[in-house]
């Protein structure tokens, strides 16, 4: 099997070879930003309840993004957002009719707004 040539280390200034990305000094650190009150319900997302019911069904009932198709225009959705955030409920969460189809672009503008809004409501308390 052939093997990956060696290259430089992303890091700048750094002249060590690696087959991939950077080299032991300059690996970047692991972050993971989530509260530990989302990484408590992130398993809601792996469910055979969500990945062979909930998000299927949606896409299938409403197979164009929402927010676009406000603005006359007609993209395909790619993601399932829930309208009213379940923040762990279960009932909250497999509510079909709490969920809308979204394209990646709109689901990401909309998921920054509220990330945004719940930071400055923490600042503000």
Excluded at 20 to 27: F, I, K, L, S, T
Excluded at 32 to 39: C, F
Excluded at 43 to 53: P, T
Aim: with cysteine; glycine share 4%; hydrophobic share 25%.
């Amino acid at each position: 099997m052939a093997m990956k040539p060696l290259r430089p280390c992303r890091h700048p200034g750094c002249s060590a070879l690696v087959r991939d990305g950077y080299c032991g000094a300059h690996q970047p650190k692991r972050t993971n930003d989530r509260s530990e009150e989302a990484k408590s319900w992130r398993w809601m997302y792996r469910s055979d309840e969500w990945l062979r019911e909930l998000r299927p069904g949606q896409l299938l009932r409403e197979p164009f993004c929402r927010e676009c198709s406000k603005r006359g225009i007609r993209t395909r959705a790619t993601d399932v957002d829930h309208i009213v955030d379940h923040k762990g409920d279960w009932d909250v969460f497999c509510d079909p009719s709490n969920l809308e189809s979204l394209c990646h672009s709109c689901h990401s503008r909309k998921t920054a707004r509220e990330l945004w809004q719940n930071r400055t409501e923490k600042k503000r308390r």
